[in-house]
C-alpha cells in the first residue's frame, strides 16, 4: 500500500506515516475489526510517498492536530451538524463559482476565493515543472512503484488531492517516456481534482491521442466527500472512461453520494483533510476489500437470496436478521413500489403468492401494504402469518447495525415499467440513504441500473435474461460491476464466462458441491436461498466465503 499526499507542508515522513496509518486501519474497523487487527499485524506494507519537503522545502509540526485526529477516530460518525455544515449555501454558492470558472479556463484564476486561488498557486510550478520541480517529487513514488513491480507486488495506491495528480502522471511517465510497466491492482483517489477540466487540461498526454493514458491500473475507485471544493467535478469515470474503452483499465467508480468528511480543527469543519477521508467507511471498505482480495482462496463468495427463505418468508426482517446471525455479508432482496411510490421488499406485483390474498402491489398505499401479511403461505402455510412487508428504508436501518453487510438490491422490472425509470430509480436511492455506499443496485432493465451508476454514482449488476451475443455485446457497452445470470442459463460444457470488468454471481444454487465447482468457471458469487446450511459446509469441499 502506497500513500501519496496532497499538497502544502506536511511533517516528518515517520510522523506522518504514524497518523495517516492510524486513521487508515480505524476506518477498516469500522467496517470489518478482525480484519483491522490482521492489517495491523502487518503495518510494514504501507509506505508514504513523501515530496511535499521536496516542493516547499520544509516540514511542519502535526502537534496542534493530533488532538483533533483523536476526536476524528473516536466519533463514530458526521452529525447532522458536520452533514448541515457540509452542504450549507456558501459551499454551493463557492462550487457553482468553481464550476463556472472551470469550464472557462481562463477564469479560474480570478475566482475570488482564496482556496482556488491557493491552488492555481501552488499547482502552477508544479504544471510548468518550473526548474524541474515536476520531475523531482515524482521519483519518490516512481521508485516505490518499480521496486513494487519488480517483486511483483500487488499495490493498493491511495493518492489524496493533489497527490491523485502526481500519481497518475507517474504512471503516465513510466508508461509512455521510460516504457516500464506498472502494476497498480487498485488506484484509490480521495477528495482528487481529477474530474477538473483545468487539472486534466495539464495532466502529462493531455490530448495525445492514443499515448492520453497511463496503462497498469487494473481498477481506479474514486471517493469525493459532500463539500469538498477540491474534488469539484465528483465523477472521474465520465472522464476518463476512454480508459475502459481502450482496454487500460477494467473499471472506474465513483463515490460521491452522501460521503462525509467529519475532521475538525480550530478553524472548524474541514471537509477536504485526508484524515478524515481516511476514517470514513466508505474508504475503510474499499481497502478491506481490496486486503481480502489478496487473502482469499479461490472458493464462492456466499449471497444470500431473498434472506434465508429456506427456513424464514423471503424478503423480510426475520429472514435478513437470521441470515446476518449464521454470518452472512451479502444479501440480495427484490424492491417493487407501492402505488404511492413507497419502496418496499416484494417480489412480485401480485400479492397472492406472499400474502395469501387477490390484489397488485400497484393498486396499494403504503398504509395498505403495510396491512398485507409477508407469509408465503405456499411454503410455510400459516406459521408466519402477520409477518410485516418490510420497507426500503427499514431495510436501510437494518444494515447499519450489520457495518460488515452488503447488499445487491434488485429494482424490479415491474415497477420500471409501471412508474418510469428515473422516478423509480430516485425514489429507491433515496430510500437507501446512508447505506448506498454498501449496495449494488441490480436489475434485469439495463436502462436502470445505467441511470442509477450515470447519475447516483451507484455500484451496478446486470441481471441477464438471455444467454446470446447480444447479450455479452450489451454487457460490454455497460460495464457493470456484477453480471448475473441464472445457473440454467449457463450452456452445458462452458468452462468459463464473458471476460470483461465485471463480477459473476450465478443464483440460485441449493447444494454445496455444485456451489463449490463455480468458481473454477469463473463465477465468484453464489446465490443461495440455504445460506446456514451452506456456511456450515464441510471443509472437505474447501468451505465458503460469506
Known sequence: MIYVPGKNLKPEPAVHRKHLLRCMLNGVRRVDAGLADEMQRETDSFTVAAWNHLYYGAHTSLDADIPWIDQLIAKNAANDEDMEQARAWHRVATQIMYEIGDRFHGLIKWIPDERVKAMVRDSEPYFSNQNGIANRIREPLKELICDATDAGERVLLIAHSMGSVIAYDVMWQLTHIDGLHCNIDLFLTIGSPMGMRYVQKHLLGSGEGSKSYPSGIRRWENVSAEGDLISLDKMVRSDFGQMMDDGLIETIHDHCGRVFNWFRNDDGLNVHRSYGYLVNPVVGRIVADW???????????????????????????????????????????????????????????????????????????????????????????????????????????????????????????????????????????????????????????DGCIEYAREKHGARIGWVLSKWNRWSERRAKELKPDFLFVNKRLLPDGVCAVWSGPWRWAVYVVGEAAEAAAFPARGVSYVETDHIAEMLAADNTINGFHS
Not at 479461490?298 to 424464514?312: D, K
Not at 446476518?324 to 397472492?352: C, I, W
Not at 393498486?363 to 395498505?368: F, P, Q, R, T
Not at 415491474?414 to 422516478?423: C, I, Y
Request: hydrophobic share 45%.
Open 291 to 445: 486486503w481480502r482480495d489478496d487473502m482469499r482462496s479461490p472458493v464462492p463468495i456466499l449471497v444470500a437470496h431473498r434472506g434465508y427463505p429456506s427456513m424464514y418468508p423471503e424478503n423480510t426482517l426475520i429472514g435478513f436478521n437470521k441470515a446476518l446471525e449464521t454470518g452472512a455479508e451479502f444479501l440480495e432482496l427484490d424492491v417493487q413500489l407501492s402505488k404511492d411510490m413507497v419502496p418496499v421488499l416484494y417480489h412480485d406485483v401480485d400479492t397472492r403468492r406472499i400474502s395469501g390474498v387477490e390484489g397488485s402491489l400497484f393498486d396499494l398505499m403504503l398504509s395498505g401494504v403495510k396491512e398485507l401479511s409477508a407469509h408465503v403461505p405456499s411454503n410455510f402455510g400459516e406459521a408466519f402469518y402477520g409477518n410485516p412487508v418490510m420497507t426500503l428504508s427499514e431495510f436501510s436501518e437494518l444494515l447499519k447495525d450489520w457495518p460488515r453487510a452488503q447488499a445487491f438490491v434488485e429494482i424490479k422490472a415491474d415497477s420500471v415499467d409501471h412508474f418510469g425509470l428515473e422516478a423509480t430509480v430516485d425514489v429507491v436511492i433515496g430510500a437507501l440513504g446512508g447505506i448506498i455506499d454498501r449496495c449494488i443496485v441490480i436489475s434485469f432493465h
